[in-house]
């Protein structure tokens, strides 16, 4: 056992404290858990209690950052994991706040995987959204069912040819290309070119 000497707000993280057991240093903590665990000067204090407000602090910390990280927008489970990871958490501490903030619906992959696809797929194709979600971390097998479920893209293929060609003049192998590097397919970008009257162009230049 230890008497704790003095408490220290830190001075670049002013939601943490030093606290000081018998004159000398002994751990940081979220000042929230301390004051929770009833820390005082002059408290009497083992290390294994002590440790325990560690690995508590560490948590609290971790969960106020993945809080913060999410309210931004809508995050894979993969995004804060790699998050937590590049902030110096552990894996144990980070899988407890994935678990925390799924059950809180803060993280859903089904659900973000729908709201990106349905907000993207106006001006991206299906190659285009399935190569983003997989960089994000989402879930192969969902993904492709949500993409198997939006159905050709026609429109949004012939409203991406017409805005190109609002700046660039027409030819045939730069739209398609331009078409291509949007994620769309085939079968798409050729629906899209004919539907703005240029079925007569020669495709098999391509």
């Given at each position: 056992m230890g008497k704790i000497t003095d408490i220290r707000p830190q001075q670049r993280?002013?939601?943490r404290v030093n606290i000081y057991v018998d004159g000398e240093y002994a751990a940081a903590l979220e000042a929230l858990t301390a004051k929770a665990g009833g820390l005082e000067i002059g408290t009497e204090i083992s290390r294994e209690r002590l440790a325990e407000l560690e690995a508590e602090s560490e948590r609290e910390s971790a969960l106020r950052r993945a809080f913060s990280y999410v309210s931004r927008r809508m995050r894979t489970e993969h995004e804060l994991h790699e998050y937590l990871k590049g902030k110096?958490?552990?894996d144990n501490i980070i899988d407890q706040v994935i678990e925390n903030l799924k059950s809180y619906g803060y993280i859903?992959?089904?659900e973000f995987i729908r709201s990106y696809v349905e907000n993207k797929s106006g001006v991206?194709?299906?190659r285009?959204?399935?190569?983003d979600l997989g960089m994000l971390g989402a879930e192969e097998s969902t993904v492709n069912a949500v993409l198997d479920e939006l159905g050709d893209q026609r429109e949004a293929a012939a409203k991406a040819a017409e805005k190109y060609l609002r700046?660039?003049?027409?030819?045939?192998?730069k739209l398609c290309a331009h078409l291509s590097a949007k994620g769309f397919e085939w079968d798409d970008i050729?629906?899209?070119v004919r539907g703005i009257g240029k079925e007569e162009e020669d495709e098999g230049s391509i």
């Open positions: 993280a002013k939601s110096g958490y552990g859903d992959d089904d991206r194709g299906k285009r959204l399935r190569h700046s660039h003049s027409y030819d045939y192998k050729r629906a899209a």
